[in-house]
């Protein structure tokens, strides 16, 4: 066992791993954020992507202790200081961009990663970047509109 350190949702965390726990695994397990989502163990469906120093990362693809100093980010630590909705958050309630709400964690870690890259994407843009973050109830119409209206452009999309 070797001892891990690093920032997760603005607070000092620490823990012991085994060399080969995920960090997926020390999120849920060890920190108890469940937010972050198990769905495929293979790097796949997204629902377990997190920030790791600003980053969008599978958390299941990278292991705890190579996010040693690192700050990380969860679903967890997505609201508003005072409790409320982020506005990505506010965005997928307001546009039904969930219905199960399984890969929803990952596609909002998702989401705020794109819109810190590129505040205002096309559609087409928002469809690329979601590719690696797979639902299997929405068919994704509302989970890009909900991801435009939080860029501040309500726009009228195409219907898959």
């Known amino acids: 066992m070797t001892k891990v350190s690093m920032t997760v949702n603005g607070a000092a965390v620490s823990g012991e791993v085994e060399g080969r726990t995920l960090l997926v695994q020390f ?3 060890s920190l108890r954020l469940t937010g972050t989502h198990v ?3 293979t790097a796949q469906c997204g629902a377990c992507v997190v920030h790791v120093d600003g ?3 599978k958390a299941c693809n990278v292991f705890a202790l190579d996010c040693e100093g690192a700050e990380v980010r969860t679903i967890e630590g997505m609201a508003n200081p005072d409790g409320s909705l982020s506005t ?3 965005a997928f309630q307001d546009h039904h961009g969930l219905q199960c709400g399984f890969c929803t964690p990952g596609m909002v870690m998702s989401a705020a990663a794109l819109l810190a890259e590129n505040p205002k ?3 087409q843009e928002v ?3 979601l590719e690696g973050n797979l639902c299997r109830c929405t068919g994704y119409h509302n989970i890009v509109k909900a991801i435009l209206a ?3 452009q309500d726009m009228a999309i195409a219907a898959e």
């Open 121 to 123: 994407p096309s559609e």
């Open 55 to 57: 980053a969008a990362v």
């Open 150 to 152: 939080a860029s501040g």
């Open 39 to 41: 769905g495929c163990d």
């Open 27 to 29: 999120l849920r397990e």
């Open 127 to 129: 469809r690329e970047y």
């Open 88 to 90: 990505i958050q506010q």
